[in-house]
């Protein structure tokens, strides 16, 4: 018996490769003799560097780069395919996790520190860089990212703009010089799983903006920031960037990477199950095993478990699904060919001691289903 194990983290409680190794151990228990394959998958959020270092048996690296407010940082990214690709996330750098609530200001929050981590991540020896862009902190556009990676961007009088997104008002030109056209050559992937314009009612301020504690003024000044900065960026470089989906992400980072990087703002989940190689895993599994914390609606469409179960499916191959937790619309999961859920909290604990000993308790889900061969 072969199975793949590919859960994505238990939010909270197990990143996705503890996930994965509880699980396998379920099997193993039941299946001593079974061939277990651990993929420890994400969707490009939180938990995607360590779910791609696992599933390849990559490294771990730190760099140390300026916060949202220049607060120093020291941010993780990791290292895979032998040294040839580069994966991070923008949050270990430019996150809103990094910023006590009393300080959070979108007007001033800055992606320097993301732009600094993505030097760090070439200088490491990436050809090739995934970046997961979820969870900022800032409504800079990339601006920041722009000014580590050497761009100068100018005001009427030639200087350089302060750092934040309100400060793109004032931007009347971008010097390119000082950007290294070595970056050509990066192949740069971004897992981006929104659609929103850079500007507008659905624009990066309107809808994240007070998620990072703006109010409706600040809102209104810095879609009028994006307005100019979006204008400058398509006369100076060319580039068209405002009404691209996807490039309202992350604050505008999308719009950044599009115009500074000529980055690939792709769907998240199907780029890091990609990544991770699940599919030269499935050839000749009698099942798949995923997972996630909770199961809803959302599981389905564009999160890693859902992205599994689709590929398992293609492959004719069954897919239990171990979660913690069951919420309404986890039943859209069976036109993706998932043919059973098992919850954790049908161990009969409370939440608290699920999370407590999650590990265990998913591992025993996990020895309850294949006695049952729930999936059968």
């Not at 939010?11 to 996705?16: D, F, I, Q, W």
């Not at 509880?22 to 938990?47: Q, Y």
């Not at 307005?227 to 992350?250: M, S, T």
Request: net charge negative; proline share 5%; charged share 20%.
């Amino acid at each position: 018996m072969k199975v793949v194990v590919a859960p994505n983290a238990f939010k909270g409680s197990l990143t996705a490769s503890q996930a994965a190794d509880a699980i396998a151990r379920g099997v193993r228990e039941v299946f001593p003799d079974a061939e277990v394959l651990e993929v420890p998958v994400a969707d490009g959020g939180d938990g995607t560097v360590e779910a791609l270092v696992s599933a390849h048996r990559g490294t771990y690296l730190t760099a140390g780069v300026e916060g949202p407010l220049g607060d120093p940082v020291s941010a993780v990214y990791g290292m895979i395919d032998a040294g040839r690709t580069g994966v991070m996330e923008l949050a270990s750098a430019s996150g809103l996790t990094l910023i006590p609530a009393g300080r959070r200001d979108p007007r001033k929050a800055s992606t320097y520190g993301f732009g600094q981590l993505l030097e760090a991540v070439r200088g490491a020896g990436a050809g090739q860089v995934l970046a997961g862009i979820g969870g900022s902190a800032t409504n800079d556009g990339g601006a920041g990212m722009a000014q580590a990676l050497g761009y100068r961007l100018l005001d009427a009088a030639g200087r350089d703009l302060p750092r934040g997104g309100a400060a793109l008002a004032r931007l009347e030109r971008i010097d390119p010089a000082g950007f290294d056209p070595g970056w050509h050559a990066v192949n740069m992937m971004v897992a981006c799983d929104v659609t929103n314009p850079l500007t507008g009612p659905q624009g990066a301020s309107a809808v994240y903006g007070p998620q990072k504690g703006a109010d409706e003024a600040s809102v209104r000044e810095l879609d009028a920031a994006l307005v100019n900065f979006a204008a400058v960026i398509e006369r100076d470089l060319g580039k068209r960037v405002a009404d691209v989906p996807g490039a309202g992400a992350a604050g505008g980072a999308g719009a950044g990477l599009l115009a500074f990087l000529d980055a690939r703002l792709v769907p998240g989940a199907p780029l890091i199950v990609t990544a991770s190689g699940l599919d030269e895993k499935l050839p000749g599994a009698d099942l798949v095993i995923t997972g996630e914390g909770r199961v809803d609606s959302q599981t389905a469409y564009g999160k890693a478990p859902g992205e599994v179960a689709k590929r398992a499916q293609a492959a004719r191959i069954p897919v239990l699904l171990i979660a913690g937790s069951k919420a309404p619309g986890w039943e859209a999961l069976s036109d993706l060919g998932v043919t059973a859920v098992v919850t954790l909290d049908e161990e009969g604990d409370n939440l608290q001691q699920l999370m407590g000993d999650a590990g265990e308790m998913l591992k025993r889900a996990t020895v309850r289903a294949c006695k049952e061969r729930a999936w059968e």
